[in-house]
């Protein structure tokens, strides 16, 4: 298998500074709505759809719907999701 096929490599998730910032913020937060994301992120609302699309195809986050609103939660459960977690914990208060 070539490696630029598989469609979940670290890269595609780490490699847009957009993503990674919606990613820490849900880490953080646990759950927040649209509005708050791009709040917290300081992106525009394209973006943001765009990458919440693309994180919740790799299983990291979970959209919940209630009425019109829309929450969007971090997957704790997902090994990989709590992997980067860690990762983002030990990065930003491991300098200290």
Do not use: C, P
Not at 23 to 38: F, Q, R
């Amino acid at each position: 298998m070539i490696i630029s096929e598989k469609k979940d490599l670290v890269e595609d998730v780490l490699g847009s500074k957009a993503r990674v910032k919606i990613l820490k913020a849900l880490a953080i937060n646990e759950e927040l709505t649209l509005s708050l994301i791009i709040s917290k992120t300081r992106l525009n609302y394209v973006n943001v759809v765009k990458h919440l699309k693309h994180l919740a195809a790799l299983n990291l986050i979970q959209e919940k719907k209630f009425g019109r609103i829309k929450i969007y939660r971090y997957k704790f459960e997902n090994f990989k999701a709590r992997s980067l977690k860690k990762f983002i914990e030990i990065w930003e208060d491991g300098f200290h």
